[in-house]
Structures are given as C-alpha cells and as structure tokens.
C-alpha cells in the first residue's frame, strides 16, 4: 500500500464500517487490513494492490478518461490542440510527493491539471452527458434496476488529485473561495452505475469531487461545502431524516429520495491502494477494465472500442519494454506528438501527424517477431501464418482510429480498412519524410505509392472527401457544383485509393495530396481543387462530388505500368539440388509492407516426352516457364496449357514423394538415418512451402473463370 494521505482523508468518510477490514491490533497499537480485504490484479500491463470495502452509495466519481467516451475530448495528439480549439482533456501522470527523506517520489494515485475551476466542473458535466448518451444502447433501464435490485457487481475507484493552474478567487478578507486543489476516486470500472447511483441521490460527480451546495444539504444559501467529512455526514442525516418520514410504499419506484436509495446505500467497492509500480498505474487501471468493453455486445462504439485495442498493445509493449513510456503515451493520445524524439521543431501540423501515424502503423503491423507475439496475446489472433482477413481488419481499424486523435474530427475507423493478407509479416517503411515524399511524388513511384497506400485515405477521410462504404446506397447523397441534390455512386476506399493510382490520373493525384497537406498546414481549412496540371485552384473548394468525378470509379480497374528494378544475381544453390530458378523482376512500385520470398516453381526436371515443343534449353528459362511468343495464344490453347500444367504438377508432386519414400528406406542405416543436410533441406522446404502458397490461389482463380452450373 502506498497511497498519499490526501487519497486515504478523502475516502476515509466513504468508507462504511471500517473496522470490517481491520485486524487486531499489534504490540505497537497498529492494526493493518485484514487479508480478505486485499487482493492483488494482475494486468498484462503491471500488478496492483485493491481493498475490498463497503462504501457509501453517492460515493466515486465518473472518469473523463474513460475510453467508451474517448472521442469527445480533442485529443493531446492533435498539434493543433492549444490553438484556441475545443474542448480537451487535461493528460493524467502519475502522482509525486516528497516522501521523508525530502525526496521526490511516485505513489500509487494520478494527478492532473485543468485551467481553473470552472474547467474542472465543465468536463464533469461533458463526460456526464456523454455517459448518458451511451448508456441509451442499453437494453435495460440501469437507474431503475439499481433502485430495485442494488449494485450486484463492485465498480473500481482509483485516487485522483486535480489541481487548478489559476489561483483560486479570494474573499474580501484575502482567503481563498475555493481549494487550489481536489482528491477524488475515480471509476475505472463501473461509470455508469457511479453516475446511476449519483443520479438517485441527486447529486452529480463534480460536486462530490469539487464540493457540495448547501442547498443540497437542507441549508439556506449558495455557499459550497468543499470537505467530504463535513457534507457527507449533513447528507446521511438528511437522507436518515427523509427516510424515516417517507410513508411505507412496497415499491420503491414511487418513494421518496430516500426510498428510492435505500438499496444502493451501501455499495461493494474495491479501491486501488498500491501498485509496485506507480510510474504505469494509469495503464494499469484502465487494462484491468479493458477486455471486458472492447469486444461487442458491451457499450462501446466502434471508434472508441478500436482506440481501446490500440492502447492495450501500446500498454503490454510499455509493460514488457520494448516501448518508452513517452512514445506510448504520445501514441496512446495522452501527450503532443513534439514529444517524440523524432520530432523536430521544423516539422508542420502534416509531419507531425503523419509521423504519429507512421509509428501506430508500425507498431500494429510490426516486422519484429517478438512484438508479433505480443500482438498477437493482447489481441487473441491466430499464428501470424494464419492471421485472417478480419483480424488485418481489426488492427487497421485500430490504426485508424488512433491516428484520427491527431485531427480534429475522428472518422469511421473503417477507413484504414485497406490492406490484404500480404502484411501478415508485418509493415517496413523507407522512413523517409512527409516532405520528401510529397516532392518526389511525380517521378519517383515508390514515393507516391507510399502516400497512397498509408496516408491518402486518411487525409481524405480527415475531409470528408472520402468514407467508409456503408453498404447501401441509402443517404449517400451529396451537393453538386451548382447546389444541386446528387446521389453518390457506392465505392470502397480501396477503390477510391485506386483511383488515384491510375496513371494518367497521376499527376492530379499528386496534386490533390499537396492540396491536402497545404490544407492541414493552414488551420485545416477546406482544401482547393487541383487542375490537370495538379496545380491548386484557390477558392474552388475540393468536394466529394468533385473527386468522383475526376477519380471515377472506373479509374479502379486499371493498372499503372511500373519499372523494373534490377535484382541481385541468386546465391549458388546447394549440393545436389538444381539451381533455384530466377524469380521474377519485382515492379519499382511494389508496395512498402515486407514480401515474401519469391514464389518458385517446384524442383524436378519434367519427363522428355511431355516437354513442349517450343521448350527452350535447360538453364535458360526456368522450369514451367512460358515463352515469349510473337502471336498471344487463343482462350482454347491457354485452357489446355492449365490443365496439361496442373497435371504436370500432380505427377511430379507424386513423384517426390515416392522418391523420398525411397530415400527413408535405403537410409534405415543408423549411419545415414538423416542423410540431408540441413541447408540442403532448407532449401527444399522453402521451395515445397512457396509452390504451396501458389497453389492455395488456383482453386479461386479457376473457380472464378468456371462457367456456372
């Protein structure tokens, strides 16, 4: 247990029945918690310590940085933020005191800083209200059913101080209107049922945390009780009063105040009172809560569910050291992005948001095998060999939806929906910058492929110029150039982002990223069109109606010549194999995620009487390779080609196998039970596994060229 005093004051007049919790007292006279009134949490994030203790039921107070409401606040990640921009909510650190020896030291508690107090009570009423619209999903009435029934399940409280940058307002006498400063308990888990309960009690959460009316305690006046041992103790004997003068009514619905709160008068709570770590208590705290929201059928909505996954990655990647706690915190949202190291001070709003971006992808499409297994635990994903389609899904609607916290509107994380099952080995960037890359865009393909395929959606979502298909028609209309009411064509972000990968569209493209980029970098405003010189058109605002029509749909079918980068010559093959064969010359435009090794066609030379005739020499076409030929063969003469070629395949995969049945039982010799070498069959597994990867994608490629039945 290493809590502040100020944390153990404030919750000390909450506390029902105390000596519940103690044991006897020892020689020196001091009693300690008894050992069923502590348990120790475990979090993939760190351990920490909790008192199970009964506790008044207007107790707690509802957290703003509870992540079902995340999105409301603007987000310390946005560079803009600070700029005169909406509401934000101030970052949390862990608290430090001056223990005594004169040291400075972190505790078991959070602390932050608002403006002043009006700040402070402004943000309990925003998350209020929020709280309240999301618990309207709800299938049930949870005020009602806390009337009726109680609390069945304990909520988590952690302690809190916030302070006031301002000095408080003084009276004439020269004393303070206000503390400069408030303890208070904030709900981890169990925010709707606090402010439920809060409700019941006609109290709200900023007042137990900033100081009660006395109105509200029976008093004349508009003074404000700021001490919980004085108010709560005017409260109880005000509820005391009202119940014992309230008339016997069987249903509680219909009573009084009191009535109606007599079930939840007491409440089972656990308090966070240690942790061997107090520097990750904020992490901590909120892991604990987090598998239990983040997979439906629980409130949270998609945008805050997909920040939530985000953040646990970024907590077990703090937890197990392969993260600075300030480059999770800047990528959690919780601190500006100029705090990364990266970051230089000559960086605009675009870079800067961009190199945010750049690293969640990164971090949630890692190349590294050990933070691939520790996604993979905090997200519960298969093997990284058999990560599915929706899993992908899954980690980029959670790079969206985090990297949205640096803009000044989230959007449907959808958006970021555009990768296949190719960066199932993670994601490699050139690490070049936002600059760079936008200059170079008109002739260096790589360049350009590298903003289309990880920033442009993102930029245009930010925008509204893009979103995420909804599936239907329905609503999708948009206002022409000349005011008129258009329905939008349906069409996915990807291809939308093949659009603009279209050659001859190639220069606009460009164009419209700079435009984007300028408009971030000027206040993000709304951005100009482009012309086909890819050169702004200032007053001419960018609509969506404008990019679908000089991006059209159709653009998405075509695809974009590229150049041929020249590869190394292959390394000699082992001892008794044929050479591998070369593979083929990759396009300069291939996209930045790590691909795998070439995809070769199996080893075996092919029996003479089934060489075609057109066959080159052996060593100068690789095996099953077709040739040039002048004339392009007819749709007749390709479809016997597949199947005298699959028919090959079948008979020579037959083949090994019997020739390496026949290897097992000549080597049945202990002197020769494994006669292959290892790099010797190396190389043959990865030639066996890479005709397999082939394989697996003939089945729909014929299937989708099959008549049908």
Known sequence: MNLPRGALENIAPFVFEPEDTLGE???????????????????????????????????????????RISSIWRSMADPTVGHGTERTLAPVRPWKGVVGDGSETCLAALESVVPNRHALMMNAEDAANALMRVDRVRP??????????????????????????????????GNPLYPAAYWGWMAVRGNNRTQKRQSIFRLSSGEVLAGVPVEKLGRNGDGVIFDPHVWLTEFSILLNKEYAEATDDLDPTNGSRARR???????????????????????????NNRRDHVHPPLEFDPINRSRALGR????????????????????????????????TPDMEVSELRDLRSM????????????????????????????????????RARTWS???????????????????????????VLSGRRLPDLLATADTDDAAFEELVAYRAAHWLASFGII?????????????????ERMRRSRRSVTNSLQALRHEKSRIMAVGVLKALVAAMDDGDRKPWQVGVSGREMPGREMTPFWFDREFPKENGTGRRKTAVTPRPAPAPSAPGFPPDPEPAPEPALAPAYRMPPPEQEPPGKEPPEQEPAEKKPVGKEPVGKEPVEADEPTVDALVTRVEDR????????????????????????????????????????????????????????????????
């Open 140 to 173: 049930y009435d949870l005020e009602e059913d806390l009337v009726l029934n109680g609390q069945q399940d304990p909520a988590m409280y952690v302690p809190q101080q916030v302070r006031l940058d301002e000095e408080p307002e003084r009276d004439s006498d």
């Open 401 to 427: 939806a985090l990297t949205s916290e640096s803009y000044p509107q989230p959007w449907n994380p959808r958006v970021g929906q555009v990768f296949g099952l190719k960066v199932r080995e993670g994601i």
């Open 25 to 67: 007292a020892d020689a020196n006279g001091v009693r300690r918690l008894k050992g069923s009134a502590v348990r120790r949490v475990h979090t993939d994030a760190g351990d920490m310590v909790v008192a199970l203790v009964r506790m008044h039921g207007v107790g707690g107070v509802q957290w703003g940085h509870n992540e």
């Open 646 to 709: 699959i028919r090959r395949l079948h008979e020579t995969s037959a083949e090994a196998g019997e020739l390496l049945e026949r290897l097992r039982r000549q080597a049945g010799g202990a002197s020769h039970a494994r006669p292959i070498e290892r790099k010797r069959a190396d190389g043959a597994v990865r030639l066996v596994t890479q005709t397999l990867s082939r394989l697996r994608r003939l089945p729909e490629l014929m299937e989708d060229l099959t008549e049908p039945e």
């Open 312 to 343: 646990s990655v970024l907590g077990m990647y703090v937890a197990r050291r392969v993260m600075n706690e300030k480059t999770a915190e800047v990528l959690s949202g919780l601190a500006p992005i100029r705090e990364l190291p990266d970051a």
């Open 261 to 287: 709160a007599a079930a939840i008068a007491v409440v089972e709570s656990h308090l966070v009172i240690g942790t061997p770590t107090p520097q990750r208590l904020f992490r901590i705290v909120q892991m």
């Open 359 to 394: 690293k969640l992808l990164l971090e949630l499409f890692p190349a590294d095998a050990h933070r691939r297994h520790l996604l993979r635990r905090a997200l519960s994903e298969n093997p990284p060999s058999q990560l599915s389609k929706p899993e992908i899904d899954q």
């Open 467 to 483: 979103e995420a298909d909804r599936g239907s028609l329905d609503g999708q209309e948009m206002i022409g150039d000349a005011g």
